[in-house]
């Protein structure tokens, strides 16, 4: 066998391979991220389009909904509906208008039936109208059958898919060609391990700084807001049917 060195490599590969030592820019569309750190990182230097990337997290809140943030407000301001399906606790709609998200393109669905949350991811997909879905899957009934066909039919999708998991999911093998552990970090950070990519493998987590939320929510209660600002009203293009509690992570 010749070395390693000795070994010319065509320049141009079928769209859908890659090499081992290189990112598979060539073979991914996406939307940025507008994290550069992140970018930096991912195929097609941002959020894949057409296909589905897994967000693992030990527990809701740990900032997943901020990681999105730019990504969100971007495709509202396009008029591009943004799917919410089975969120655990209800996003907070003043924060989301806070971040300039357009609620009136934001639709949440909430599915409590394992069943009909499957059926519904699936039924989603098949849809090509959608900005961006997300979509909150339970651990103990899906089964990697299932993911498979939420992949085969997100091929098909023009915006991008993001399947949240909970911390044991990282463990299990999944056809989504991305797939990220979120870990909480002080000082409102966020710490991104790339569990797997179309590309080589990265030790160490991204740490990324997540968006603040508008001055007017962090302020304590009963603390007077800054002269001349005025406090947010709730905003009422968010449909759904939902539980009573609250969330913006």
């Known amino acids: 066998m010749p070395p390693a060195s000795a070994v010319s490599f065509p320049k141009r590969i079928h769209q859908q391979l890659w090499r081992a030592d290189q990112l598979g820019h060539a073979t991914v569309a996406a939307h940025p991220s507008r994290f550069p750190e992140l970018d930096n ?55 989301l208008a806070g971040f300039g998200i357009d609620l009136n393109y934001l639709i949440i669905i909430q599915a409590p039936n394992a069943a009909d949350r499957l059926w519904a991811v699936e039924q989603t997909l098949k849809s090509t109208s959608f900005g961006a879905l997300l979509a909150w899957l339970p651990q103990d009934r899906t089964r990697p059958e299932h993911l498979r066909r939420m992949q085969l039919a997100a091929q098909s999708s023009r915006g991008p898919v993001f399947l949240f998991r909970e911390l044991a999911a990282q463990f299990d093998s999944s056809p989504a060609p991305l797939r990220l552990l979120l870990l909480p970090r002080p000082e409102q950070r966020l710490a991104v391990q790339l569990l797997k990519r179309r590309g080589p493998l990265l030790a160490d987590p991204i740490l990324i700084q997540l968006p603040q939320p508008p001055l007017a929510l962090r302020l304590r209660m009963g603390q007077p807001a800054p002269a001349g600002r005025e406090q947010r009203q709730p905003m009422q293009g968010i449909h759904a049917h939902m539980e009573s509690t609250s969330m913006l992570s």
């Open 41 to 95: 990182q991912l195929p097609g230097g941002g959020w894949p389009l057409g296909m589905v990337t897994e967000l693992i997290a030990r527990n809701p809140g740990v900032g997943e909904l901020r990681l999105l943030i730019p990504m969100l407000r971007q495709l509202t301001l396009e008029r591009k509906v943004v799917i919410m399906l089975a969120p655990p606790l209800i996003p907070y709609a003043p924060a």
